[in-house]
């Protein structure tokens, strides 16, 4: 643990006297404020685990997960059903997302935050041990997911729920009853009216999308090939994609290599990836599958340089998983594997603890 905190802490430090001593110290500030400033959520949480011998912490925070998801998906279907956006008509992000596209956004600035927002928490769903919960927890989230008419958020949904069917830690009766009301839903969807229109996004107004995103995909590129290591400055970047091109980098990994050059961006990937891999005992899937949605994320969604909102769900997610990881709730498979260990070495203790 120690070890993530100090590749954090010296990623934050290189990545501020970079942009300093390259762009200014606006930039520096900039950095600090964008893309260093979302990770305290993951410092927060890993603190507060660490801090906690009663191993109440993980699954409070998960329960919490589990409420707001449930919330916002409910807001999500409300939003997609009556076409506006219910109780945020003073708002004007989701009023404007739900006139111009009819997608959902809850109570997000973008569609894309809260389809992030649902997939990562649909990932921390499969943590709960409660078989009916989680099944109707994923359910509800899926269909919240569709109503933001997010791809990649549509896709990620997929395959979270493929992997939780097909792993033999999951073969219970709930499992093709999850399946089975999946099946219902997405028959229903497929045949509505209302849900038309989201599913056009996998067809010509995709295409439009997916074609600008190219096109600034490729600029990006060009631009970290012009200044890999000190970049382009964080400011230029979007300044000159805002006034030139019909799409962002859509790509939050890609935007910081252009903005603060590689190293900068190798950090952050870095530290994230070894939250993933290097996080202590032997984490089952579909713990580590939290910290893999939040970092797919990363390579399809710009919002960590742009309102915060993305780069602190994606730390707080990693963050997550990883107090998941450090202390499980009690009765998780760790202490079947204890029991495992004692009944090795002494079979009646064992036997009688297993009756």
């Known amino acids: 643990m120690r070890l993530l905190l100090t590749g954090l802490v010296a990623w934050v430090a290189v990545g501020v006297t970079l942009c300093t001593v390259a762009h200014g110290v606006a930039d520096g500030a900039a950095f600090i404020r964008i893309w260093a400033l979302p990770a305290v959520a993951f410092v927060a949480i890993i603190t507060a685990v660490c801090a906690d011998p009663s191993r109440k912490v993980v699954p409070a925070v998960l329960a919490a997960v589990f409420a707001l998801a449930a919330i916002e998906s409910v807001l999500s279907l409300a939003q997609r059903t009556v076409g506006a956006a219910v109780v945020f008509e003073e708002y004007r992000s989701p009023l404007a997302w739900m006139a ?91 045949t509505s009216a209302a849900a038309a229109s989201l599913f056009e996004r996998f067809g010509a107004r995709g295409s439009l999308s997916t074609s600008a995103r190219e096109l600034a995909l490729h600029t990006g590129l060009q631009f970290v090939q012009a200044r890999p290591l000190t970049g382009s400055g964080l400011g230029f970047s979007y300044r000159w994609v805002e006034a030139n091109l019909p799409s962002s980098f859509e790509n939050a990994y890609l935007s910081l290599a252009a903005g603060a050059g590689t190293l900068v961006f190798a950090g952050l990937l870095g530290v994230q990836v070894a939250a993933v891999l290097l996080v202590p005992s032997r984490p089952r899937f579909r713990t580590r599958s939290i910290g893999v949605v939040a970092i797919t994320w990363g390579f399809a969604y710009s919002s960590y340089g742009a309102t915060n909102t993305f780069g602190l769900l994606a730390w707080s997610f990693i963050a997550v998983m990883v107090a998941a990881l450090v202390q499980r709730p009690e009765g998780g498979s760790s202490s079947r594997g204890e029991l495992r260990g004692s009944r090795r070495r002494c079979p009646r203790e064992a036997g009688r603890a297993l009756r």
């Open 100 to 190: 111009r596209t009819g997608r959902s956004a809850g109570t997000f600035d973008t569609p894309l935050d809260l389809g992030a927002f649902l997939s990562m928490s649909l990932a921390v769903v499969g943590l709960d041990p409660k078989p009916w919960r989680r099944c109707s927890c994923a359910v509800l989230l899926t269909l919240g997911i569709v109503c933001t008419g997010s791809r990649t958020a549509m896709l990620l949904a997929v395959v979270l729920l493929l992997a939780a069917l097909f792993n033999h830690r999951t073969s219970r009766l709930s499992e093709p009853v999850l399946a089975a009301a999946l099946l219902a839903g997405g028959l229903f969807l497929a």
